[in-house]
């Protein structure tokens, strides 16, 4: 004979009006982190509908700064939402019917998959990929939309009950007379949220640096005052890039033309005053001056086309050794191959002899150490 198991594990701050507002707490910002992945995942892989801007400069380090910031504010509403219905995930017999398998199941993938995608978000954060023995990006954007599908579907499982929760008319289980109420709980875990956000969003919002002590180090110094996540040495690029024969290297329908580091010097120099916001959620302002891209897409291509920029570095592996810029990009005059920042040369770690600066772009596209430069039309 099977016995039912017994569960002791029980709270009387436990309610159904409790876990629907940790619930819906946890939907918002699940649904602001979905929709911000989702969008940064298509400006790093644009599928061919997809069209993104050049301004606002301050786009996407807004809306990822948003999806960092709220992804890691998940982590103890979801630790609380999880403790509320504890008792509910282990209720005997596990399936009644096959509409109750079904919620089971959806249970059980969201459950696995929100913990999957805060986890490997904050390791991401972190950068520690070692222990992640497949590729970030496509596993925790696949798992995503798992989860966004098992939530909507929990949700449209447990509206009768979040609608009765809600019913102020409705009585709730007594609290404790004395000591942590149910209020006090949910207060707790906003405020635990929002001290989170406080002790990490500076690396988004550079004023609050200072009090973002949970923010990952290598996101507040590095060469010249901005962060650096691959060095030059790492990219083993420090010998081709200090080599006096050097090339930038130009290609497009009219022919290739090769200039020198005094080639590019000698050309019309512009200054820009733009974020670098890198995936990971950090970001910074910076003076970059340099040659405007479309410039040098006049050298080697017929004039009025819509052209886009293939642009590949000195590093010889990697998954963003080269990035495409797409003609709105190219026809801004804030994009930039830079040659110095801050008034000075671009030290090795951020890209000397060249780099790609180009406003509202991830820094992963931000081409560091620029071999080679081939202009295509716009397809």
């Known amino acids: 004979m099977v016995r039912r198991p017994v569960l002791t594990f029980t709270s009387p ?7 629907t507002h940790l619930g819906i707490a946890l939907a918002v910002a699940f649904g602001v982190c979905f929709l911000t992945g989702v969008l940064s995942h298509l400006v790093q892989h644009p599928p061919g509908w997809f069209w993104w801007p050049s301004r606002p ?3 996407y380090r807004v809306t990822q700064g948003l999806h960092v910031a709220t992804g890691l504010a998940t982590v103890p509403l979801l630790a609380a939402k999880l403790w509320s219905v504890f008792p509910h995930l282990f ?7 096959a509409a109750h398998a079904v919620e089971r199941l959806s249970v059980a993938a969201l459950v696995g998959s929100a913990l999957f995608e805060v986890v490997t978000g904050v390791l991401n954060v972190s950068r520690w990929y070692g222990i992640m023995p497949f590729f970030f990006p496509s596993a925790h954007y696949w798992t995503a939309f798992v989860a966004i599908g098992a939530l909507l ?3 449209g499982v447990k509206l009768p009950v979040v609608r009765e929760a809600l019913n102020r008319s409705v009585e709730t289980p007594p609290e404790p007379s004395d000591g942590l109420t149910r209020r006090g709980l949910f207060a707790a875990v906003g405020a635990a949220a929002g001290l989170i956000t406080v002790a990490t969003v500076g690396q988004t919002v550079r004023p609050l640096a200072r009090v973002s002590v949970l923010a990952p180090p290598h996101t507040r110094t590095g060469p010249q005052g901005l962060p650096v996540n691959r060095t030059a040495d790492a990219a083993g ?3 081709t890039a200090r080599d006096p024969a050097f090339r930038l290297e130009v290609v497009g329908p009219a022919g290739t033309v090769r200039l020198s580091l005094a080639d590019l010097e000698a050309m019309p120099q512009h200054t820009a005053r733009l974020p670098i916001t ?4 950090w970001s910074a302002d910076a003076t970059w001056t340099g040659v405007r891209l479309r410039d040098l897409a006049a050298l080697s291509t017929v004039e009025g086309r819509d052209v886009e920029a293939h642009v590949e570095s000195l590093q010889r592996g990697g998954r963003w050794r080269a990035s495409t810029v797409a003609p709105p990009h190219v026809r801004d005059p804030l994009t930039l191959v830079a040659l110095r920042l801050d008034g000075e040369p671009l030290h090795p770690d951020h890209g000397y002899p060249c780099r790609l600066i180009a406003p509202n772009r991830p ?3 931000q081409t560091k150490w620029v071999a080679r430069i081939a202009f295509r039309e716009a397809s």
């Open 237 to 239: 690029v420090v010998e």
């Open 363 to 365: 820094g992963v596209l």
């Open 153 to 155: 579907t929990h949700i």
């Open 57 to 59: 400069v301050w786009l």
């Open 13 to 19: 701050l436990r309610s159904a009006r409790l876990t």
């Open 91 to 97: 209720r005997w017999p596990p399936v009644r019917d």
């Open 278 to 281: 890198c995936v990971e959620g």
